[in-house]
């Protein structure tokens, strides 16, 4: 079983949260629906994809285009993604008011004061470091959405699991992975799951949802590596002792 932290709301939050976007000071994520959010996230999946940067070249703001979205719905900010050590990162556009809303490790987001016209604006790009970069999208996007349903895919499991499926009988889930995946398909998965918790402990989301998909997740990958012809379950032991707190 994995570690599931306890954080504690960042003491800089709900400040922080009532100066994002240039909303009025009365705005508060707590007064949000989820539609705003999936619009959100829309408009930053309709900017361009995830674009990798040439190596050492990072700028400190970007411009983008206004393409279907109004200014207000436009993203706050530029990421740039990095592992630890590297000199490559990925942009993703977020809009800063998410994240401070359920990173608790992640420091607070400069008011956006970058310039803006009706066809484009300018994103200030923050980096951050991430033990496994290739993950953060999903991560991004289940804050966006709340959505445990699509993690209960690739690259997290080898297959395609419904929600219901897993939360009714891990074991027959299992079972299946078993039957139908190799242990290197597996153990590929494994390794996801892993960068998903390592992301979520290094930004400290609050999110019992997401600790709870996690825990699913790893529980269920360790029990179908168990299951596996060839019985692996001194593998499954061993990939479960390797497991650090955050």
């Known amino acids: ?54 190596q050492g070249i990072i700028p400190s703001e970007i411009n983008i285009k206004l393409e279907g979205m109004s200014s207000s719905e436009a993203p706050s900010h530029m990421l740039a993604v990095q592992a630890p050590n590297s000199n490559k990162a990925t942009l993703y556009p977020c809009h800063s008011l998410v994240l401070a809303a359920h990173c608790s490790r992640l420091s607070p ?13 300018v994103l200030p790009v ?11 999208s999903f991560l991004l996007s289940f804050l966006y959405t709340k959505s445990a349903s699509a993690l209960y895919c690739a690259p997290f499991l080898p297959v ?37 918790w390592s992301n979520a402990c290094a930004l400290g989301v609050v999110d019992a949802l997401l600790w709870d998909t996690i825990d699913r997740l790893w529980r269920t990958l360790l029990l179908a590596i168990s299951m596996a012809p060839g019985s692996n379950a001194r593998v499954a032991k061993r990939v479960a002792s390797c497991m650090p707190s955050c």
């Open 126 to 136: 923050r980096c951050i470091s991430l033990p496994d970069p290739a993950s953060f």
């Open 109 to 121: 987001f400069e008011p956006t004061s970058a310039a803006t016209s009706e066809t484009s604006v």
């Open 160 to 196: 395609r699991v419904s929600e219901d499926a897993i939360r009714t009988s891990e074991r027959a889930v299992a079972a299946q992975l078993a039957k139908t995946c190799s242990t290197p398909m597996l153990m590929k998965s494994v390794a996801s799951v892993w960068g998903l």
């Open 1 to 54: 079983m994995l570690t599931a932290p306890e954080f504690l709301p960042s003491s800089y939050g709900t400040a922080s949260l009532h100066i994002q976007q240039g909303k009025p000071n009365s705005f508060c994520i707590h007064h949000t629906t989820p539609n705003i959010f999936y619009r959100w996230l829309e408009t930053i999946a309709s900017i361009k994809p995830a674009s990798e940067m040439p």
